[in-house]
């Protein structure tokens, strides 16, 4: 039987063999690691997220609002002005990338299941970036942009914002999102810089199908009504380097319970937002095909005409079960 | 093993007029493969013509390659790219401005 010391000494063996891997010791894992996504060898399960689709194959039976989410690229950071500027692991990174119109959306989403209860933590080093002008985008005419001042770019109030999300359904098919966003700009473009959270859980295909919901192209397909949303914590600035072609990562890690179906906690660089007491709205109704959904997203929504992208270096995702 | 990948570029997406795909970032790929499927159009002889096109930086684009192109519903085009550097896109249009296609494109990539 295992005495207290030995578990110490585990514990403090696991801490050492984490520090001595170069790839890990940047992470704060849970015990067990059920994904290490680093995207020098493909996308690791990272997909485009879809809205359903009916039984023959018809992608018009897609729900506007889910139908255009954007493939996600393995990106080497490459810009107009120094090329190619790689990643932080190695040289490439995954980016989700919106297409150029406000309201536009990129999701990417892992699919995995759960084979316990408790803890689930997210972790990654990220950055994003609003894309660079051109003489074919126009990105100066757009929304957000205003004077260059040697300093502050135009290119960073036309980031709109960015997402990490799951949706999780235990056994029996009780369904709910866990739900961070980091909102750059408000809907006019002026910097608000906040993490925000939905208090509705997300529209669903069904509730499409049972005429429950009926959403538009560039509607919020996290939860459409700005007025659904919630701030958390106090504001936050990050490292945007100034123009949209120098890239910095950024270290989040987002622990969630799932016994508890609650939040608990973000920590993005050097700020930790309790979360536990934000709530976790699940569905009234139960869903079937769903049980122990453990899906995890990110995504980056655009508030002007201007490509909005987010790059992930590297995700690791831990539990303590 | 080498490493491949499939990208839903346009998805079911109704095309009129003068069109560019979104740009795709695949500096990692040795070779790619457009796919360009029709499924509908506003009549038999609606004529898409595409061109692949290729950029350094995913802002200034150049053509590359053969013009292609693709006629009426339910058919589908499909060529090669190699030596394209780093962004890939289509750009492209209904040959008539009263025409109109309805395509699903794919962008497929291997190292």
Same mark, same amino acid.
């Given at each position: 039987?295992?005495?207290? !010391? *030995?578990?110490v000494?585990? *514990?403090?063996f696991?801490?050492?063999?984490l ?8 992470? !704060?894992?849970?015990?067990?690691i059920?994904?290490y996504?680093?995207?020098?060898t493909?996308? #690791? ?6 809205g ?5 194959s018809n ?5 506007d609002?889910m139908?255009?989410?954007?493939? $996600?690229?393995?990106?080497?950071? @490459? ?6 500027h790689?990643a932080?692991? %190695?040289?490439?990174?995954l980016k989700?990338? @919106?297409?150029?119109i406000? %309201?536009?959306?990129?999701?990417a989403i ?8 408790g803890?689930?933590q997210f972790?990654?080093?990220?950055t ?6 051109s003489?074919?985008n126009?990105?100066?005419e757009?929304?957000?942009a ?7 770019h135009?290119?960073e109030q ?13 056994p029996?098919g009780?369904r ?13 473009n ?14 669903t295909?069904?509730? #499409?199908?049972? %005429?429950?919901a009926?959403?538009s ?8 009504d $700005?007025?659904?949303?919630?701030t958390f %914590? ?9 123009v949209?072609?120098k ?5 989040l890690?987002w622990q969630i319970?799932t ?9 993005v !660089?050097?700020?930790i937002?309790?979360m ?6 699940p569905?009234?109704e ?5 049980d122990?959904?453990?899906n995890?997203?990110?995504s @980056?929504?655009? #508030?002007?005409?201007v490509? !909005? ?5 590297s995700?690791l ?5 | 093993?080498r ?9 079911y ?5 003068d069109?560019a795909?979104e740009?795709?970032?695949?500096g ?5 493969r ?5 499924l509908?159009?506003?009549?038999p002889?609606?004529?898409l013509?595409?061109h692949?096109q290729i950029?350094p ?10 013009a ?14 190699r030596?394209?550097?780093q962004w890939l896109?289509v750009?492209?249009s ?18």
């Open positions: 039987m295992a005495t207290n !010391n *030995d578990r000494a585990a *514990d403090e696991r801490r050492a063999a520090l001595a891997n170069p790839e890990l010791s940047r992470f !704060n894992p849970l015990p067990r059920l994904a996504d680093q995207f020098e493909g996308t #690791h399960g990272w997909t485009e997220l879809i359903n689709h009916d039984g023959y992608l018009d039976t897609v729900d609002h139908r255009d989410f954007r493939p $996600p690229q393995l990106s080497s950071c @490459t810009f107009f002005d120094v090329g190619t790689g932080m692991s %190695g040289n490439y990174a989700v990338a @919106t297409r150029p406000a %309201g536009h959306t990129g999701v892992r699919r995995l299941t759960m084979s316990g209860r803890l689930v972790e990654t080093y990220f994003y970036k609003a894309e660079a002008g003489a074919e126009q990105v100066w757009q929304a957000g205003g004077e260059w001042d040697g300093n502050i135009p290119s036309q980031f709109g914002a960015f997402t990490v999300a799951t949706d999780i359904c235990d029996g009780l709910y999102h866990c739900v961070a966003r980091y909102q750059n700009t408000d809907l006019n002026e910097f608000t810089r906040r993490w925000i959270y939905p208090v509705v859980p997300e529209p295909p069904r509730e #499409h199908l049972e %005429g429950k009926k959403l192209y560039t509607d919020d397909f996290t939860a459409p $700005p007025a659904d949303w919630r %914590g106090e504001p936050q600035a990050f490292c945007y380097n100034e949209p072609t890239v910095n990562w950024h270290y890690r319970d016994s508890l179906r609650r939040n608990v906690e973000l920590q !660089n050097d700020q937002f309790d536990r007491d934000i709530p976790v709205p569905y009234a139960t869903y079937d095909s769903l122990n959904l453990l995890f997203y990110v @980056t929504r655009t #508030h002007s005409n490509r !909005n992208f987010l790059y992930l270096d995700v995702i831990s539990v303590d079960w | 093993m490493q491949s990948h499939a990208a839903v570029v346009e998805r997406t109704v095309l009129r007029g069109f795909t740009p795709h970032e695949a990692w790929a040795g070779e790619a457009w796919f360009v499927h029709v509908d159009a506003s009549s002889t609606a004529r013509n595409l692949g950029s930086d995913g802002l200034n684009w150049c053509d590359i390659g053969e292609q192109a693709v006629t009426g519903a339910d058919s589908v085009v499909s060529w090669p790219v030596e394209f550097g896109r750009r492209g209904t040959e008539s401005p009263d025409d109109w296609v309805k395509v699903l494109i794919y962008l497929t990539l291997k190292s």
